[in-house]
């Protein structure tokens, strides 16, 4: 079993729609989690980082399940702009260990 | 301010030959990180240093892979040899003091070996 798990996707959504990705890890002493937006043949970015009691930037919501060892991040009122690959990041290791996921494609469509 | 700097951008090699990349971090930056971007999958950590010493190379396939950051500053990646399955986009990062804070990346250098 991979350590973070992602449905690869792609997910097809029209613009204003909102849309929601799940991502799952194995590691239950996992510390910190992240999500990194990659535009094609770029480099990733930090999105926003998922705290134990959920955080909202805009239209982004980020939720941490620790029981169901899942975390989400919600974009409402898609953008054009929102196309990208999505990827879940955790910490295990103390912190110290940096993991990805294999991202989850999205497109928006006009 | 300027961001990760990485040098090549793009490189083509045959199997068997060496390679070295270039990572020139955010001044001030203590940790840096060395990622394997596959197509089609995530950034897989090869390396990881704070400072100028490892914190983790556990993926790090040490019998042709191998990097160091003299100084604690700017770092060499280096494959030697090189094998079709290295092929691979190669990403440099640093953040201020670990993988808790924002990791920034540089463009990367895309490698292809034939």
């Not at chain 2, 990180?33 to 983790?56: A, E, R, S």
């Amino acid at each position: 079993r991979k350590e973070v798990e992602q449905d690869p996707g792609p997910f097809n959504v029209p613009e204003g729609a909102t849309v929601a990705f799940n991502c799952t890890y194995s590691n239950s002493a996992s510390q910190s989690f992240f999500w990194y937006r990659q535009d094609c043949r770029k480099e990733p970015k930090l999105l926003m980082s998922v705290y134990s009691s959920g955080n909202e930037d805009g239209r982004f919501t980020a939720q941490l399940n620790r029981a169901s060892q899942y975390i989400s991040l919600l974009i409402r009122d898609s953008k054009l702009s929102d196309s990208a690959t999505y990827l879940c990041v955790v910490l295990n290791t103390g912190g110290f260990k940096t993991i990805f996921g294999a991202g989850t494609r999205l497109f928006v469509k006009a | 301010e300027a961001g990760v700097a990485q040098s090549p951008r793009y490189k083509i090699i045959e199997k068997r030959q060496s390679v070295a990349f270039w990572c020139n971090p955010i001044s001030g930056h203590a940790t840096l990180y060395w990622y394997q971007q596959i197509l089609g999958q995530g950034p897989k950590l090869l390396i990881q240093f704070q400072n100028n010493g490892v914190v983790d190379d556990s993926q790090l396939p040490k019998d042709r892979f191998s990097a160091e950051r003299l100084k604690g500053v700017d770092s060499t990646l280096k494959i030697q040899p090189a094998k079709l399955e290295d092929s691979a986009v190669y990403l440099c990062a640093s953040s201020l003091a670990g993988p808790q804070e924002t990791q920034y990346f540089g463009p990367g250098t895309r490698l292809l070996v034939l």
